[in-house]
């Protein structure tokens, strides 16, 4: 009984854990949530850039910045929509500045805290070349959008890696349990206990570190909302 036991207890431990299993529930949820994090990400620098590019394109022709803001507003990328209708809104009773910080702290990334500084100075300092400087800003945001991309690919190169040595670790233990169940007997000792906490301890550590390395460390941010301070 105590050597069933312990071969269960082997198999589960070793075949639960290469398929992120019930203890590493919560680091499996994060792992698969990284690759939308990644992509929300992307989408949403792409969508900064885009902004950014009907921001110029609207200013030559608008009478004024608020105008050119309510004219992109129309053919905003979806991911952005909601924050610029938002702002659109806010322009009509509030101040620019104070809107446009507060659009800012809604979007909550550097690369529209950049735009919205732009759009700051023109309005303090007059700015006359606002174009070309939102022009330099669409390019480096577009750089950016490809740069998350090019860290998506890379990560899900680990991820895929991960998951072949997961699966091919669970089938591997399924099998030494149907074909060969004396091969694991030594597990039944005390220390071969041990030994198998010792391997399910190092492997569960390992799937800790590959999801440290998949989390992104927080941007600092240019602009916060005055509201907030």
């Known amino acids: 009984m105590g050597l069933t036991v312990s071969l269960v207890s082997a ?24 690759r939308p994090s990644v992509d929300d990400q992307r989408e949403l620098v792409e969508a900064v850039a885009v902004f950014t590019e009907l921001l110029r394109d609207s200013v030559a022709s608008a009478t004024g910045l608020e105008q050119a803001i309510t004219n ?7 991911r952005l929509e909601p924050h610029v209708r938002r702002l659109v809104a806010r322009l009509q009773y509030g101040r620019v500045d104070d809107s446009l910080r507060q ?14 500084a732009a759009l700051l100075m023109s309005v303090s300092h007059q700015t006359r ?16 959008a490809r740069l998350y991309l090019r860290v998506w690919v890379s990560r ?14 669970a089938v591997f233990v399924g099998g030494l349990m149907l ?8 597990y039944g000792s005390p220390g071969g206990t041990v030994v198998l906490a010792v391997i399910t301890t190092g492997f569960s ?9 998949s989390r992104f460390a927080p941007q600092v941010r240019l602009i916060t909302d005055r509201s907030s301070t």
Do not use: K
Not at 72 to 78: G, W
Not at 132 to 144: N, V
Not at 179 to 186: E, V
């Open 129 to 144: 070349d606002l174009s070309s400087l939102l022009t330099q800003l669409s390019e480096s945001t577009r750089e950016e």
């Open 179 to 186: 074909m060969s169940p004396q091969y694991l007997r030594a």
């Open 156 to 169: 899900a190169r680990t991820r895929t890696a991960v998951r072949i040595v997961s699966v091919s670790l």
């Open 72 to 78: 992109s507003a129309e053919a905003c990328p979806p």
């Open 205 to 213: 550590a390992g799937l800790l570190l590959l999801d440290r390395m």
């Open 103 to 116: 659009f800012a702290s809604e979007v909550d990334h550097p690369s529209c805290d950049f735009v919205v």
């Open 11 to 34: 198999v589960l431990g070793l075949a639960v854990l290469a398929n992120r299993g019930v203890p590493l529930r919560s680091i499996v949820r994060r792992l698969p949530s990284r």
